[in-house]
T-cell receptor, first 112, second 113 residues
Framework: DAKTTQPPSMDCAEGRAANLPCNHS???????VYWYRQIHSQGPQYIIH???NNETNEMASLIITEDRKSSTLILPHATLRDTAVYYC?????????????FGQGTELSVKP | DGGITQSPKYLFRKEGQNVTLSCEQN?????MYWYRQDPGQGLRLIYY???????QKGDIAEGYSVSREKKESFPLTVTSAQKNPTAFYLC????????????FGNGTRLTVT
């Protein structure tokens, strides 16, 4: 599975959009991009995933570049409860799909 | 509500004792996984199971054992052979179609002294 690179920390003002970048330059054609977030002492929470096209759900939007080598998670109106560590993960389908490789993630701090 | 239940949330054991962590899901997922997380680190895969009565070792299976006798249950035993058992243990499940996300439980924090 491809490795991902994320900035270690970011700040965002409450009510503003939080844009979290992720590089996955070695991604292969059948690998999806997933985003999770983790609040201390809880399990990771699934946010969104995509293959090629941009995706949106009730939590966030995922923008994937045309060459698929990077992506951005957008929280459109960040709240204090969005403060967490955000993980970008690349995962292939198939029997090895459970082998999620979590990096260090981005620690997002939403400030009043 | 559908979800994954891990119990207990906190577990304390003496060194040399085996301990079993529970993981139950009612999402009707075929695949289940166990991960370990250490402070400031990402998740590392211990074992996973794609179907009942079958499971595969992950990256750090030494000192652990699992069983998958029922679709909804995937208990993890931390044996006395595991040299550094104190950690946060996370269970997850997913469907087995391509691209389906994993869903995680809220973890069990095991402390061995």
């Amino acid at each position: 599975d491809a490795k991902t690179t994320q900035p270690p920390s970011m700040d965002c003002a409450e009510g503003r959009a939080a844009n979290l970048p992720c590089n996955h330059s070695t991604i292969s054609g059948n690998e999806y991009v997933y985003w999770y977030r983790q609040i201390h002492s809880q399990g990771p929470q699934y946010i969104i995933h995509g293959l090629k096209n941009n995706e949106t759900n009730e939590m966030a939007s995922l923008i994937i570049t045309e060459d698929r080598k990077s992506s951005t998670l957008i929280l459109p109106h960040a709240t204090l409860r969005d403060t967490a560590v955000y993980y970008c993960i690349v995962r292939g389908a198939g029997n090895q799909g459970g082998k999620l490789i979590f990096g260090q993630g981005t620690e997002l701090s939403v400030k009043p | 509500d559908g979800g994954i239940t891990q119990s207990p949330k906190y577990l304390f054991r003496k060194e040399g004792q085996n301990v079993t962590l529970s993981c139950e899901q009612n999402l009707n997922h075929d695949a289940m996984y166990w991960y370990r997380q250490d402070p400031g680190q990402g998740l590392r895969l211990i074992y996973y199971s794609q179907i009942v009565n079958d499971f595969q070792k992950g990256d750090i299976a030494e000192g652990y054992s699992v069983s998958r006798e029922k679709k909804e249950s995937f208990p993890l035993t931390v044996t006395s052979a595991q040299k550094n058992p104190t950690a946060f243990y996370l269970c997850a499940s997913s469907g087995t179609g391509g691209g389906l996300p994993l869903h995680f439980g809220n973890g069990t924090r095991l402390t061995v002294t």
